[in-house]
Every structure is written in structure tokens, then in C-alpha cells.
């Protein structure tokens, strides 16, 4: 039988793991700002809703 209880943390590669969070954020982010700016225009205080409120 195999557990992750006794799996040693070590041996994770965190930097990757953690760019790759970073990037994702990132990413997101960018999505949604430019959705807002170009495709779909929305005044501001329901654009900072939308953006504090995204499921990311």
C-alpha cells in the first residue's frame, strides 16, 4: 500500500510548482482586464466585483 502521509516533501520540485501557480494568476489576470477593456466594456466599480470576485 502506498501513502502520501509519509511522502517526504523534499523531493517536490516547489519552484515549478510555484511559477506555475504565478503564471496562471498572471494569466488570468490579463484575460480578464483585457475582456473588460476590449471586448466587453464595463464602468469600473462593476468591473472590480467581477475581478475581486473571479474564481481565481
Excluded: H, Y
Excluded at 24 to 29: E, G, K, Q, R
Amino acid at each position: 500500500m502506498v501513502s502520501l502521509a509519509n511522502k517526504s516533501l523534499q523531493d517536490l520540485a516547489w519552484f515549478e510548482v510555484f511559477a506555475t501557480l504565478v503564471m496562471a494568476l498572471l494569466l488570468c489576470s490579463a484575460v480578464i482586464v483585457l475582456w473588460q477593456s476590449l471586448i466587453r466594456p464595463v464602468d469600473m466599480p462593476s468591473f472590480t466585483s467581477v475581478f475581486q470576485g473571479s474564481p481565481v
